[in-house]
């Protein structure tokens, strides 16, 4: 079992940036993938990017290419998602989610955080 801890939301204006955090403990050694959704009022959850955690290959929802960038660091088990030119289209709940060696899946989840982009 990982656990997963998000940190770093909070409120800005369109064109700003924040940095989301995602801590991961636990059975860290089985990690094969992270990755960050957000999910707005009304909409479903959709995958904003995800990080291969053996080697690094990422991807990218279109909608986030050349305004966002994902990255770990591996030493401290945590990952990041840097936010620039923020939109308000990107208000959602950000949550961190693992898939494991063990092909399940997005099988651990983090509690969210909050972004909030006005315009």
């Known amino acids: 079992q990982v656990q997963l801890v998000e940190s770093g939301g909070g409120y800005v204006q369109a064109g700003g940036s924040l940095r989301i955090s995602c801590a991961a403990s636990?059975?860290?050694?089985?990690?094969?993938?992270m990755a960050w959704f957000r999910q707005a009022p009304g909409k479903e959850r959709e995958l904003v990017a995800r990080?291969?955690?053996?080697?690094?290959?990422?991807q990218y929802a279109d909608s986030v290419k050349g305004r966002f960038a994902i990255s770990k660091d591996s030493a401290k088990r945590t990952m990041y998602l840097q936010m620039d030119r923020l939109e308000p289209e990107d208000t959602a709940i950000y949550y961190c989610?693992?898939?494991?060696?063990?092909?399940?899946?997005?099988?651990?989840w983090g509690q969210g955080t909050q972004v909030t982009v006005s315009s």
């Open positions: 989610a693992a898939a494991l060696l063990d092909g399940g899946g997005w099988s651990s």
């Open positions: 636990g059975r860290t050694f089985t990690l094969y993938a």
């Open positions: 990080i291969s955690w053996s080697d690094s290959f990422i």
